[in-house]
């Protein structure tokens, strides 16, 4: 059964960093493409960063040179490094492999704010 959870969200200052975590089980991340997602508050569920299973990533254009994905492959997980945070940035973070309609886990909230 595949399952998802995120984790490391929390409420920071404009600026900061923080580092999202997302551990997989079920599968073998090591062969999926996996994606970021964010969603905020009355607003669509938009992609963020992914990293393709030959390792490539890519990165939306509202956080490139901001975040960074990668992924541990021994601990079947994908992390999400932030920094310089911005108000924009504020939503609940998601993690999902690409294409395959797994159910989404319950996501982290990351807070920016002065």
């Known amino acids: 059964q595949v399952q998802l959870v995120e984790s490391g969200g929390g409420s920071v200052q404009p600026g900061g960093s923080l580092r999202l975590s997302c551990v997989a089980s079920?599968?073998?991340?090591?062969?999926?493409?996996m994606r970021w997602y964010r969603q905020s508050p009355g607003k669509e569920r938009e992609s963020v960063a992914t990293?393709?299973?030959?390792?490539?990533?890519l990165v939306e254009d509202s956080v490139r040179g901001r975040f960074i994905i990668s992924r541990d492959t021994d601990e079947n997980t994908v992390y999400l490094e932030m920094d310089n945070l911005q108000t924009e940035d504020t939503a609940v973070y998601y993690c999902?492999?690409?294409?395959?309609?797994?159910?989404w886990g319950q996501g982290t909230q990351v807070t920016v704010s002065s």
């Open positions: 999902n492999r690409l294409n395959r309609g797994d159910p």
């Open positions: 079920g599968f073998a991340l090591y062969f999926y493409a």
């Open positions: 990293i393709f299973s030959d390792g490539r990533t």
